[in-house]
């Protein structure tokens, strides 16, 4: 099947998700060419806002441009964040492809969801979402999970002296703060019992875990604290109603001990390695950290344990991308039995 693939390398190495699973035949459109260069400074993502009318148009109409161009059998859509519904009808209409949207997003969180993505939602012949709690609410929706990508999340080739005891990556989201705040009382900042670094956007503006904050760590940074930490923790973001993360997959793959907050979906994939990696709350958090920071060369086992449960188990991009693809042949034969 001839593919077109919509998503954004501005992220990148955490985004195109799909682009290398391409074949010669299929088409990459990267909306980083319209909205990447509005996003160095503060300054031009203002000017984005005046003007994002003006860009989303040009997408759109370059979009459609480029499916009437390609004929493409398979439209694939990560997130559309900037696509018109009338942009996907028209795809429809004029190249009879099979819409698919891969969606990480919730589509429940108006905060972060634009009412134009809500409204395309029902254009597509096929929903692929990463979030359990979104199958009952729309029509055509599948579960697929995150994954990663083994050219950037891999182990160190040699040992690492460690620099973190605990390592927790992502923003300061406000269900997040009590599991940093519990990490931080580990912590003595004139002499850390327990050496604990936050890493994201927006911890320096919580007062009291300021002088815990890392920064962000992206790219190769972001492998390398993994490397360098003796635990790193796997928390969900509840806002969005996620039961796993990109770092769910991430964390493991390379090869660092992960705790894992415990949901529905890190139960399916850890569960079968105990009870001790998971937890429900802060306190839980603490106390499975003391417990793991004393038995290192248990920590050290269980840590190639999680990453042959990732590596082994097909949980890369390219599984999820033929994962789909499958689902699509389905849909075109009439044979899926998707939720309707």
């Known amino acids: 099947m001839r593919v077109l693939l919509l998503d954004n390398s501005q992220y990148f ?3 195109p998700l799909f682009a290398d699973c391409l074949g010669p035949n299929d088409h990459f459109f ?6 990447a260069k509005f996003d160095h400074s503060r300054g031009q993502r203002v000017l984005f806002a005046f003007i994002q009318s003006a860009i989303v148009w040009d997408l759109n109409r370059a979009f459609l441009e480029t499916a009437v161009r390609h004929r493409p059998e398979v439209v694939l859509v990560v997130k559309g964040t900037y696509l018109s519904p009338s942009t996907l009808a028209q795809i429809k209409g004029r190249t009879g492809a099979t819409l698919v949207c891969f969606a990480t997003d919730d589509l429940r969180n108006r905060r972060t ?6 409204m395309a939602a029902a254009e597509y012949d096929l929903y692929c979402t990463v979030r359990r709690a979104m199958l009952p609410e729309m029509a055509r929706t599948e579960f697929v999970m995150c994954g990663y990508r083994p050219s950037v999340h891999y182990p160190p080739l040699e040992r690492i002296e460690p620099a973190f005891d605990v390592a927790l990556i ?3 989201d406000a269900d997040r703060v009590p599991y940093a705040r519990a990490l931080a009382e580990l912590a003595d900042p004139l002499g850390a019992q327990v050496n604990v670094g936050l890493f994201g956007g927006y911890w320096d503006r919580v007062p009291e875990l300021r002088w815990l904050a890392c920064g962000v760590a992206s790219g190769s940074r972001y492998r390398e604290t993994l490397w360098r ?22 964390l493991p793959a390379c090869r660092v001990f992960t705790l894992f907050e415990d949901t529905d979906t890190h139960r ?50 390219k599984d999820r991308y ?19």
């Open 113 to 118: 969801v634009p009412q134009r993505v809500r």
């Open 13 to 15: 190495p955490a985004s």
């Open 229 to 250: 930490s003796k635990i790193a923790i796997a928390l969900v973001r509840r806002a969005n109603r996620d039961d796993h993360t990109l770092k769910t997959f991430e």
């Open 170 to 172: 992502g923003g300061a």
């Open 322 to 340: 033929d994962q789909i693809l499958g689902m699509v042949e389905q849909v075109r034969a009439g044979t899926r039995g998707i939720t309707v």
């Open 268 to 317: 399916v994939l850890f569960g079968a390695l105990g009870e001790d990696i998971f937890f429900r709350t802060p306190e839980d958090l603490v106390h499975r950290v003391r417990s793991w920071l004393g038995r290192p060369t248990q920590r050290e086992r269980m840590a190639w344990a999680e990453w042959t449960v990732v590596t082994k188990g097909k949980h890369t991009w």
């Open 30 to 35: 990267d909306e980083a060419a319209f909205i």
